[in-house]
């Protein structure tokens, strides 16, 4: 990575604390500790990171001090997103260890693609940070292992961002797969089928004057700026992230190994391919994971081009019990008998506001969040595996007590990454 200048890192850091020091003096004169106001940082805020930005900005003594962004847009983006609920107007900065360096910050809130989740979550954890993640955990399966050991080393909070482990309804709905309400569930099944459109094929071009590419690339090996790649379109590249699996299948993968109670597969076997589109992405367009537990298994499927899923919605889960199965989809879950009967059914809210309620109560008063850090990468851990099954075309086995690829050195290659030199995560 380029660093910034000695003039242009002064100025930036001046004009951080000048600001700063505004903000400090229009807020209540009150300790900025976790038993009080926290002080937050935001990082990434074209999409996802936007509304965070605002969920948090909405809590009780709660302040978003800084927004960090690479693109001078999404930097609006985020200081619109917190308006008149922020003391004063946060600090844009668009290199977030600035942010870290300043003693005021308590929490980074993470909402960059795959490849800096990691990265960024480890070094806000060495700065005495907490961390909200969003989804998936991490990149590749390493990191997943460095993001639990520096959150422990450095005893932070850190909270993956699957929401519905903070909703009530998918909590009733676990509890009565766990109670066993109809019958041992021997399988669980989660997919996706949407219609996304075409990504075409990307020439080279200028880098955009709004845009720091060189910061925005970060920890993944450096490639050229194409026209295609940003915002949304580097989930589709191996280099950046994690396909459809890692996007969309970590929310029913977590729900599916919450309601099954395992941690990590015997194997992950993998079908599909890149059958609908003739364009650049890398990652597969239809895909089907089975991954096996030894007495449980849990199958994944996406098709990115056709709309139609199971039990009539596009996004959903279902439990498979010997008694009968619980099918949640949409805002509902449903538990119906082996005659296809309804037994109970019960509503489903997956917004942001509890599960943001729920990380912020752990900063202040202790406790383990619902999606704490290692039962996250847990579960982004099965998207990985089902991601390495399919780029190798062979069956990946694990070892779930060592918790490592048995047997294959080309799948366990695929469990780490390089990185731009300078850049490797240290714990």
Not at 249 to 268: E, F, K, T
Request: proline share 5%; hydrophobic share 35%; glycine share 10%.
């Amino acid at each position: 990575m380029t660093a910034p200048t000695r003039r242009q890192f002064l100025g930036q850091a001046a004009a951080a604390s000048a600001t700063l020091a505004v903000w400090s003096e229009s807020s209540p004169a009150e300790t900025k500790s976790a038993n009080d106001r926290l002080v937050m940082a935001v990082m990434g805020t074209n999409g996802r990171g936007e509304a965070l930005a605002r969920g948090f900005a909405r809590q009780p003594n709660c302040s978003v001090a800084y927004i960090c962004d690479v693109d001078q847009r999404a930097v609006g983006k985020g200081i619109a997103a917190v308006g008149n609920q922020a003391a004063a107007t946060p600090v844009a900065v668009p290199d977030f260890r600035r942010a870290l360096d300043d003693p005021a910050v308590d929490v980074l809130v993470v909402a960059t693609p795959d490849h800096w989740h990691a990265p960024a979550t480890i070094l806000a954890c060495a700065a005495g940070k907490h961390v909200y993640v969003e989804k998936p955990a991490c990149h590749n399966g390493r990191e997943g292992e460095l993001m639990v050991a520096a959150a422990r080393k450095n005893q932070r909070v850190v909270q993956l961002g699957t929401q519905r482990r903070s909703s009530p309804g998918v909590i009733e709905a676990i509890e009565r797969v766990h109670k066993a309400e109809f019958g041992r569930v021997l399988f669980a099944r989660g997919w996706i089928n949407s219609t996304r459109p075409s990504i075409g094929h990307g020439q080279a071009a200028a880098v955009p004057a709004h845009l720091d590419y060189d910061l925005w690339q970060g920890p993944a090996p450096e490639r050229p700026y194409r026209d295609n790649l940003i915002h949304y379109n580097w989930h589709w590249f191996w280099n950046w992230g994690t396909g459809e699996l890692g996007n969309n299948g970590i929310h029913a993968l977590d729900v599916c190994r919450w309601g099954l109670q395992v941690d990590y597969p015997r194997s992950a076997v993998c079908g599909g391919g890149r059958y609908h589109f003739d364009d650049d992405q890398e990652t597969p367009d239809t895909q089907i994971v089975t991954l096996d537990f030894g007495d449980k298994a849990i199958n994944w499927e996406h098709r990115t081009w056709s709309r139609r899923g199971f039990e009539g919605d596009s996004f959903g889960v279902v439990f498979y019990g010997e008694a009968g199965s619980l099918v949640m989809t949409g805002n509902g879950y449903k538990v119906y008998d082996m005659s296809g009967k309804v037994m109970t059914d019960g509503t489903v809210e997956t917004d942001d506001t509890r599960h943001i309620d729920n990380f912020v109560s752990c900063i202040r008063e202790g406790g383990r969040p619902h999606a704490e850090i290692e039962e996250g990468v847990k579960s982004t851990q099965l998207c990985h595996l089902g991601n390495i099954a399919y780029r190798t075309g062979r069956t990946v086995k694990f070892d779930p007590t060592a918790k490592q690829i048995v047997g294959d050195d080309e799948q366990r290659g695929l469990w780490s990454r390089e990185y731009r030199p300078g850049w490797e995560p240290v714990v």
